[in-house]
């Protein structure tokens, strides 16, 4: 069955450090990868995609995530973190005959210290 | 605002009791897709339906169902509620696709169901 891991359940971080949070997946066909970010309260929202195409992907608020097809990975970065980047990161992915539905990983929960 | 909404924010319920969530999906959209957030399972699928009918079936139990309306909204019944339900419910959707291809899922806010 597919499924998402994410490395990191909680990272704690101060302003201006550089932030990688890592996300691989099990599956061996077409992939659409995601990551999405909760802040407290709040719905899910989507930072960024990767449909096909050049593998590094950006999105918003200065987020990037590069596909790494042989590693089955998909992992996010920002080279400088904001308080207000406080939240928790989602990792999901969308595999290709399984109908749109997507399948999250455990999620990661940043704390960013001012 | 991603343009999904959801009604109740909250639901306050016993054991045993039967509730109905609510989403209504954004504009032009035509699948709706429903997930349970827990604390112990994380994000997990329950259901998707597109125009009406039924897509896709996650992990949602027989208690569980859902129905898509003629007007696209959705709504999603639990019913012989247990305290392990306890959960927050989202509610997402997505334009139409052809050919296979996939549309991306803007999010609602949620309901948070609690079962005492």
């Known amino acids: 069955a597919q499924s998402v891991s994410q490395h990191n359940h909680h990272v704690i971080l101060s302003e201006a450090a550089s932030l990688e949070l890592g996300c691989n997946y099990s599956y061996g066909g077409t992939v659409n990868l995601f990551w999405y970010v909760q802040y407290p309260g709040q719905h899910l929202q989507l930072l960024l995609k990767?449909?096909?195409?050049?593998?590094l992907v950006k999105g918003i608020k200065g987020f990037e995530a590069e596909f790494i097809k042989s590693k089955f990975s998909f992992n996010l970065r920002k080279p400088s973190v904001q308080w207000s980047d406080t939240a928790e990161y989602f990792c999901?992915?969308?595999?290709?005959?399984?109908?749109?539905?997507?399948?999250f990983g455990a999620g990661t929960r940043l704390a960013v210290h001012p | 605002d991603s343009g999904v909404t959801q009604t109740p924010k909250h639901l306050i319920t016993a054991t045993g009791q039967r509730v109905t969530l609510r989403c209504s999906p954004r504009?032009?959209?035509?699948?709706v897709y429903w997930y349970q957030q827990s604390l112990d399972q994380g994000l997990q699928f329950l259901i998707q339906?597109?125009?009406?009918?039924?897509?896709a079936k996650g992990n949602i139990l027989e208690r569980f169902s859902a129905q898509q309306f003629p007007d696209l909204h959705s709504e999603l019944n639990l019913s012989s509620l247990e305290l392990g339900d306890s959960a927050l419910y989202f509610c997402?959707?997505?334009?139409?696709?052809?050919?296979?291809?996939?549309?991306?899922?803007?999010f609602g806010p949620g309901t948070r169901l609690t079962v005492l």
């Open positions: 999901a992915v969308n595999c290709s005959g399984g109908y749109n539905k997507l399948i």
């Open positions: 339906y597109y125009n009406g009918e039924e897509r």
């Open positions: 990767y449909f096909s195409g050049d593998p």
């Open positions: 997402a959707s997505s334009a139409p696709t052809s050919g296979g291809s996939y549309n991306e899922q803007f």
């Open positions: 504009s032009g959209d035509l699948s």
